[in-house]
């Protein structure tokens, strides 16, 4: 699913001329919350129900180099979903040539923000999840 969609811009890139890690990590970060907003963890939700997300694990893979002017997009799919916890992975396309331009695999936790632990997922979360999982 198509989760982020947006310009690399000069102040993206670093001295070497192409975009810094941390921007990387930002455009991933804004695929997150749509993705999770596609599967019912709304900003609504988290604030009437005291929940929320945390990111336990991250991996990134960097394969081609951005630069400014080009424009990305971010495909999200679920790896994983289990009771407490979501497995996904970001593809970053540059849009002009279709190649890959970084990968990563993130494991998200759901929190009840008061006792500071992990909880269930609500079970139309859960479903959302899987039909997405089905889709492959």
């Not at 604030?47 to 997300?53: K, N």
């Not at 990305?72 to 992975?89: C, D, G, L, P, Y």
């Not at 002009?96 to 632990?117: F, I, M, N, P, W």
Request: proline residues 3%; negative net charge.
């Amino acid at each position: 699913m198509l989760t982020y969609r947006g310009t690399v811009y000069p102040w993206h890139c670093d001295h070497v001329g192409h975009m810094n890690v941390m921007w990387y990590v930002g455009k991933f970060d804004e695929g997150t919350w749509h993705f999770f907003n596609a599967i019912g963890l709304t900003p609504a939700y988290f604030r009437a129900e005291g929940r929320g997300m945390a990111a336990v694990e991250q991996n990134i893979s960097y394969l081609r180099e951005l630069h400014a002017g080009e424009i990305v997009s971010v495909e999200t799919t679920i790896k994983e979903i289990h009771a407490k916890r979501i497995v996904f992975m970001h593809e970053m396309r540059n849009e002009a040539s279709g190649e890959v331009a970084a990968r990563t695999t993130l494991t998200a936790v759901h929190l009840d923000t008061a006792a500071r632990k992990s909880c269930v997922f609500p079970p139309a979360v859960v479903e959302a999840a899987n039909a997405l999982l089905a889709q492959g």
